[in-house]
């Protein structure tokens, strides 16, 4: 399996514009999550799902931030209008839950977005 | 809800020698404990997780965490430090969310540097 695959690498966009992040997460795993990550936050867990439906969303900051993923093989992050507070490190990340032994999450390479 | 603590932002270590990385954590229940590096422009990647058993869990890299439940922590280990290991190190706690899911709570991260 290639692992988690996020796209794109970086974006640049204009403050005001929609940004969409992308996550294809490990083939038969059941729980996707998204991280931001930056250097005064630390890694914040942004919202999860489990079996492609959205369980927690209470880490998305604003209205601004959605989520979808409607097949287990793909979910998106949306930011609409991006503001420059915005930049960071966006992870997406897989992981196999049925049991409570079995919970390492799989992390993407991650997109770095920088609003401008 | 369950938390870990990384009380270290940086840890500075000579190549050769042992290094230590703290994680203290606080939870209700049985601990499932994680710990996670992040190398330069990369995703986490999963070292090693503490279940049950053996104190002593060993995990990739020649990476190791010792469990001890008196002292609520789970420190890494590695007998003789490398370059190469010069990483951001993420400790990380089961934590049980809505909806029964188990997802990984993470720490703030400790910068390891490993001097030549």
């Known amino acids: 399996d290639a692992g988690v695959i996020q796209s794109p690498r970086h974006e640049v966009t204009e403050m005001g514009q929609e940004v969409t992040l992308r996550c294809k997460p490990i083939?038969?795993?059941?729980?996707l999550f998204w991280y931001r990550q930056t250097m005064m936050r630390g890694l914040e867990l942004l919202i999860y799902f489990n079996n492609n439906v959205p369980i927690d969303d209470s880490g998305m900051p604003e209205d601004r931030f959605s989520a979808k993923m409607p097949n287990a093989s793909f979910s998106t992050l949306k930011i609409q209008p991006s503001e420059p507070r915005d930049s960071a490190v966006y992870f997406c990340?897989?992981?196999?839950?049925?049991?409570?032994?079995?919970?390492?999450?799989?992390f993407g390479q991650g997109t770095r977005l920088t609003v401008v | 809800a369950q938390s870990v603590a990384q009380p270290e932002d940086q840890v500075n270590v000579a190549e050769g020698n042992p290094l230590t990385v703290k994680c203290t954590y606080s939870?209700?229940?049985?601990?499932?404990l994680f710990w996670y590096v992040q190398y330069p422009n990369r995703g986490l990647q999963f070292l090693l997780k503490y279940i049950t058993g053996d104190n002593l869990v060993k995990g990739s890299y020649g990476f190791e965490a010792e469990f001890n439940k008196s002292q609520t922590s789970f420190h890494l280990k590695k007998p003789s430090a490398l370059v190469s290991d010069s990483a951001l190190y993420f400790c990380?706690?089961?934590?049980?969310?809505?909806?029964?899911?188990?997802?990984?709570?993470f720490g703030r991260g400790t910068s390891l540097i490993v001097h030549p």
């Open positions: 083939s038969g795993h059941n729980s």
């Open positions: 939870v209700s229940g049985n601990p499932y």
């Open positions: 990380a706690v089961r934590d049980m969310k809505p909806g029964g899911s188990y997802i990984p709570t």
């Open positions: 990340a897989s992981s196999f839950i049925y049991t409570a032994m079995n919970t390492e999450a799989f």
